[in-house]
């Protein structure tokens, strides 16, 4: 049986990068909106879902990812998605690229801006 060629090439670029991918749920994957990002070598990445308890009305994008990381994916132009190694998802979005509007983790809002 012959792969399908976007599978090698995916397994290139993946494999030449020098970027990490994080293990989001497969029906994060599947979803069509989803869009995995990689990781920079050396980035801090979140640990948990507790990582981003820290947020307030004043905490920017810049800020919250200087200590999660990047996001390891996007639904659409404002929903940026982290994957924890604790299994959990975690979606922030914003109104403007540098406010954050909400977190939720798995569905369930731990913040939403007043």
Known sequence: MKAAPWISSSIACAAFS???FADCPDRL???PAFVALAAPDGAP?????????F???TTTLEELQAKVG???GTKGARRL??????GKVVEVESRTGTDIKFV???GKAV????
């Open 55 to 57: 947020v307030g009305d």
């Open 70 to 72: 990047p996001p390891d």
């Open 45 to 53: 990445r979140a640990q948990s879902a507790e990582d981003f308890r």
């Open 29 to 31: 994957q599947r979803d």
């Open 111 to 114: 913040y939403k801006r007043k």
């Open 18 to 20: 020098g970027a990490a």
């Open 104 to 106: 939720r983790v798995n």
């Open 81 to 86: 998605v982290w994957c924890p190694p604790d």
